[in-house]
C-alpha cells in the first residue's frame, strides 16, 4: 500500500513520514463493492478498519429488521470495539457505494504500537476521542427513548 494515501486520513494527519510507512506495513487494503457487508454484526473481528474512500452505513437488526445507526466517510474507522475487547462485532457495515477500507490486525496494531510509542499514542488518543463521542451520542439517544418512549415516570 502507499503510505501517501494514509495522509489524507484524519486519524493519522500528525503522523510523521516514516511512521506511516510503518502503519502501511501493517494494514491490508480492501476493496468492496456497492452492496457487500464490510463485517456482519454477531462475527468474529479482531481489526480495525479506517475507510479510505466510499460511503458505508452501521447498521444493527432489531427485530427483523436492520436501524440505520451511523455513517461512515472517509477518515471513519469501525471494528474499534473487537480490538480492544474481543467479541462479536456490535453492527453490520454495509457498504452504499463502492470504496476502499485498511484492515490492521489486532496484533499488527499493537506491534506498531510497540515499535513507535509516539505515533501508537497519538492512535490510540484519537481512536478514544472518536469512541468517547460516539459513546455521549448513544447516551443522549438512550435518554431520548427512555423520555419519548414513555418509560419515565413523574
Known amino acids: 500500500m502507499n503510505p501517501d494515501a494514509l495522509t489524507a486520513i484524519g ?4 503522523f510523521k513520514p516514516d511512521d506511516l510507512d510503518a502503519l502501511a506495513e501493517c494494514a491490508t487494503v480492501i476493496h468492496y463493492r456497492k452492496g457487500d457487508d464490510v463485517i456482519t454484526e454477531g462475527q468474529p473481528n479482531g481489526a480495525l478498519f479506517v475507510v479510505q474512500s466510499g460511503l458505508l452505513h452501521v447498521r444493527r437488526k432489531v427485530q427483523a429488521s436492520h436501524t440505520l445507526l451511523g455513517r461512515l466517510e472517509p477518515g471513519s474507522f469501525f471494528g474499534e470495539i473487537s480490538v480492544f475487547h474481543p467479541g462479536p462485532t456490535t453492527a453490520t457495515i454495509h457498504a452504499m457505494t463502492d470504496g476502499v477500507v485498511l484492515r490492521m490486525e489486532a496484533q499488527n496494531l499493537r506491534a506498531f504500537i510497540d515499535r513507535r510509542p509516539a505515533a501508537g499514542a497519538s492512535l490510540l488518543r ?4 472518536e469512541m468517547a ?10 435518554t431520548e427513548a427512555i423520555v419519548w418512549g414513555g418509560l419515565l415516570r413523574a
Open 11 to 14: 486519524l493519522l494527519s500528525d
Open 126 to 129: 484519537r481512536i478514544l476521542e
Open 133 to 142: 463521542a460516539r459513546l455521549r451520542a448513544a447516551d443522549e439517544r438512550m
